[in-house]
């Protein structure tokens, strides 16, 4: 994303503001000032939840371990060490 913003930015000749905190981008034409949006950030619930069905779905114990130590402290390790568990059988 910031690519494209970049690249926008130097097609269009233009600058972003100055370090005043401004979500403005303006552009060398004093009559032209373009509002800046950021997209607001996912829920990390989910993205563990997705993180772990994606790991899981490889079926490998290789792969629950790393969700493990990324997230030991996270309910879903204790699922993922009952994976590993059955993985065993």
């Known amino acids: 994303m ?3 913003i970049f690249l926008a930015l130097s097609l269009s000749n233009m600058n972003l503001a100055g370090q005043t905190g401004s979500s403005e ?3 060398s ?3 032209k000032v373009i509002e800046a949006v950021m ?3 996912g829920d990390p619930e989910k993205a563990i939840e ?4 994606a790991l899981k779905s490889r079926g490998t114990r290789k792969a629950l371990e790393l969700f493990i130590r990324r997230h030991a402290d996270h309910p879903l390790a204790e699922q993922a060490r009952e994976d590993i568990r059955r993985l065993g059988k």
Not at 50 to 53: C, G, H, L, T
């Open 29 to 31: 034409r004093p009559d």
């Open 39 to 41: 997209e607001k950030p």
């Open 50 to 53: 997705a993180e772990y069905q």
């Open 2 to 4: 910031l690519f494209g």
């Open 25 to 27: 981008i303006v552009s």
